[in-house]
């Protein structure tokens, strides 16, 4: 009973950044009609961002996390504005070349400058035993802070004016735009807010994983695993999915080995696209 306890408990902590991760992902493709080959890229940039101003600079990773994200949003706002925005009315195979090229720059870029070689912040924060179940202390706060930018994000969709001039542009672009909503000004804030999340996911995922170009497509395919799991244009559904994906993760590494807990996300992504395409939590908008 304690091993499956652990495992849970590790598995709702790796659930959280999860979550954080496919959170901004959702956002862009449900509202840009977009497939933002670009994100696994920006969770990486933000994580490099991050160590090399913890190891150059001793600027805490907690402290970072908030330039760090300001930065991809300004790069993510460059980015939409200067080059999606001009072909995000052509089919969705065109937006996704284009990202997907645009990727490759970022990436080789990255390798280019930093290299692939896995870097990681060490946090010395201890851990928390509660009985034999042990919570390192560095992913309690990687998972808190993963919950609170999925938190702030919904209640920005919620309750702002940007948020609910996102939602009418998710629901009808031309309504949207006799509303008087500049309808390409609002698809590059929601891809900014996208690159902002991710830029802060993985300044967190530096915290508790080794980070790595090499890990950008694994990044890419947890997103999309996610998003078909919660639901696509849901924020809870991020979350939802996020949490589900790392508790099977966590249980089917226990059973079958951790080499194969990707495997298994994928089939199930695949079993709920047969049975429930619209995911556990799909709906048509933001609410």
């Known amino acids: 009973m304690t091993l499956y306890a652990q495992i849970l408990v590790n598995g709702l902590m790796l659930g959280a950044l999860y979550a954080c991760i496919a959170v901004g992902f959702s956002l862009v493709w449900g509202v840009l009609n977009v497939i933002n080959m670009l994100h696994g890229s920006f969770i990486i940039l933000g994580g490099y961002l991050?160590?090399?101003?913890?190891?150059?600079?001793?600027?805490?990773?907690?402290?970072?996390?908030?330039?760090?994200?300001?930065?991809?949003?300004?790069?993510?706002?460059a980015i939409q504005a200067a080059a999606i925005n001009r072909v995000i009315t052509r089919p969705v195979l065109t937006t996704l070349t284009l990202t997907f090229g645009l990727d490759m720059i970022l990436y080789n870029a990255m390798n280019v400058a930093f290299d692939a070689t896995p870097r990681r912040i060490t946090l010395a924060l201890g851990r928390v035993d509660l009985g034999e179940v042990v919570l390192p202390v560095d992913r309690l706060v990687a998972m808190a802070l993963a919950l609170a930018l999925t938190g702030i994000l919904y209640a920005v969709m919620r309750?702002?004016?940007?948020?609910?001039?996102?939602?009418?542009?998710?629901?009808?672009?031309?309504?949207?735009?006799?509303?008087?909503?500049?309808?390409?000004?609002?698809?590059?804030?929601?891809?900014?807010?996208?690159?902002?999340?991710?830029?802060?996911?993985?300044?967190?995922?530096?915290?508790?994983?080794?980070?790595?170009?090499?890990?950008?497509?694994?990044?890419?395919?947890?997103?999309?695993?996610?998003?078909?799991?919660?639901?696509?244009?849901?924020?809870?559904?991020?979350?939802?999915?996020?949490?589900?994906?790392?508790?099977?993760?966590?249980?089917?590494?226990?059973?079958?080995?951790?080499?194969?807990?990707?495997?298994?996300?994928?089939?199930?992504?695949?079993?709920?696209?047969?049975?429930?395409?619209?995911?556990?939590?799909?709906?048509?908008?933001?609410?």
């Not at 890419?220 to 979350?239: H, M, R, Y």
């Not at 590494?253 to 939590?281: C, D, E, K, S, Y």
């Open 159 to 287: 309750g702002s004016r940007v948020g609910r001039a996102i939602v009418a542009v998710r629901m009808d672009r031309d309504a949207a735009a006799l509303m008087g909503i500049r309808v390409n000004r609002i698809y590059a804030l929601t891809f900014a807010i996208g690159a902002l999340m991710a830029g802060a996911c993985g300044a967190l995922l530096a915290v508790v994983f080794p980070i790595t170009t090499n890990v950008t497509g694994l990044l890419l395919g947890k997103a999309f695993v996610i998003c078909v799991i919660g639901g696509l244009g849901s924020v809870p559904g991020a979350l939802v999915g996020g949490l589900v994906l790392g508790v099977i993760e966590s249980l089917s590494g226990h059973w079958f080995g951790p080499q194969n807990a990707v495997l298994v996300g994928f089939v199930l992504m695949l079993i709920l696209l047969m049975v429930r395409p619209t995911g556990l939590l799909g709906r048509k908008g933001y609410e």
């Open 50 to 77: 991050a160590f090399f101003a913890w190891s150059k600079f001793q600027v805490n990773p907690l402290v970072s996390l908030v330039p760090v994200a300001l930065l991809l949003f300004g790069l993510g706002y």
